[in-house]
Nanobody, 117 residues
C-alpha cells in the first residue's frame, strides 16, 4: 500500500511563492505517472501538472505554465510543485497523485493553498 503525504501549503500574498512536497512511502521510481491536482470550492478537481517516468515532456495546465514547476527526487521518494507568482485564482486544495505500472491510483490527503492579501 502506497501512502502519500503532502506538505507546504499555506497562506501567501499574490505574487508570492510556495513549494509543495509529496512524500511517498514507496519508491517513486516505480510510478509511471505522478502529478498534482487541485480543487477549488464548488469546482471539479483539475490536473495542474504531471511528470512521467518516460521521456514525455511534463504537462502543465495552461494557467500555470511559466509559473509552476513539477519535479521529483527519486532518492528522497518525493515529488515537488514549485509555485511562483501565485494568484488568488490558484487558491485550492492541492492533491498529489501517483499511478503505478499496473494502473493503481493513489492520492494524498490534500494541502490547502490560499492566495490572498
Amino acid at each position: 500500500q502506497v501512502q502519500l503525504v503532502e506538505s507546504g501549503g499555506g497562506l501567501v500574498q499574490p505574487g508570492g511563492s510556495l513549494r509543495l512536497s509529496c512524500a511517498a512511502s514507496g519508491r517513486i521510481f516505480n510510478f509511471n505517472v505522478m502529478g498534482w491536482y487541485r480543487q477549488a470550492p464548488g469546482m471539479e478537481r483539475e490536473l495542474v501538472a504531471r511528470i512521467t517516468s518516460g521521456r514525455s515532456r511534463n504537462y502543465y495546465e495552461d494557467s500555470v505554465k511559466g509559473r509552476f514547476t513539477i519535479s521529483r527526487d527519486n532518492s528522497k521518494n518525493t515529488m515537488y510543485l514549485q509555485m511562483n507568482s501565485l494568484r488568488p485564482e490558484d487558491t485550492a486544495v492541492y492533491y498529489c497523485h501517483v499511478r503505478n505500472s499496473v494502473g493503481d491510483d493513489y492520492w494524498g490527503q490534500g494541502t490547502q493553498v490560499t492566495v490572498s492579501s
